[in-house]
């Protein structure tokens, strides 16, 4: 593994720990879908969508297999499920901003203020795909899913800075979103989509959606914690 893989690694161990695995999921209802359904492998179907378009399913597939790559601690992105679960997000009632106060009036804001834009968080991400394989066709001739690994890196990277040119629409604000949906997926509770056979869970040493820990704490203490993971399909 790169030197540049372990220190993904380590960042992803950081952000879950900082509070990922412990957040509520984008998706505020759970569908019907085994717990920790196995990984797929050459011979499983190709994964349904139900929002997102073919070209946004390619950007969003490209996308998570370079932020969460295969390696010896998870399988990558898509075998996670992360796509799928940012999928039903983008589609469900987070996706539609229905807690959202959507009548304006629409001004520029400063990061304390909060999201700022006349916009749903589908709607953010369907114009933010939509701007940055535009990017992308200007700059290298192809879209975000067929740019070599250094130059997806290079993509990211602006976006996270902010340095992206996405007309009207703010970088920063649509990688945040992005930003934030990887992480749900990758740490979410399974019936969400993501978090597939709890890896997610399993790399960082979450013990799950316990009601009581409390007893474990003390006993545990800068120890791996031996029991599997418990999810909310497991308590039904």
């Not at 679960?85 to 009036?105: E, H, K, S, T, V």
């Not at 791996?224 to 993971?229: Q, T």
Request: proline share 8%; with cysteine; aromatic share 8%.
């Amino acid at each position: 593994m790169t030197s540049e893989g372990v220190a993904r690694r380590a960042f992803l161990k950081v952000a879950a720990v900082a509070g990922a695995a412990a957040a509520a999921p984008a998706a505020t209802s759970p569908p019907a879908v085994a717990d920790g359904a196995a990984a797929p492998d050459a011979g499983s179907p190709p994964p349904v969508y139900a929002f997102l378009n073919l070209e946004e399913q390619a950007f969003v597939e490209a996308l998570v297999d370079h932020m969460i790559p295969a390696d010896e601690l998870t399988p990558k992105g898509t075998d996670l499920g992360i796509s799928i679960y940012i999928d039903r997000a983008l589609g469900g009632a987070w996706g539609r901003g229905d807690r959202l106060y959507m009548q304006g009036p629409w001004k520029r804001g400063v990061p304390s203020q909060g999201y700022q834009l006349p916009l749903t968080p589908a709607q953010l991400y369907r114009a933010g795909i939509e701007a940055t394989n535009a990017h992308c066709l200007k700059t290298w001739g192809k879209p975000f899913d067929r740019l070599a690994e250094a130059q997806r890196e290079e993509v990211l990277v602006a976006l996270s800075a902010g340095t992206l040119d996405l007309g009207q629409l703010p970088a920063r604000t649509f990688f945040a979103t992005v930003y934030q949906t990887v992480m749900e997926g990758m740490f979410a509770d399974p019936v969400y989509g993501g978090n597939r056979n709890k890896a997610g869970w399993r790399m960082i040493g979450f013990p799950g959606a316990l009601a009581v820990h409390r007893e474990h704490v003390a006993q545990y203490r800068d120890q791996p914690f031996p029991a599997e993971p418990v999810g909310i399909a497991d308590m039904s």
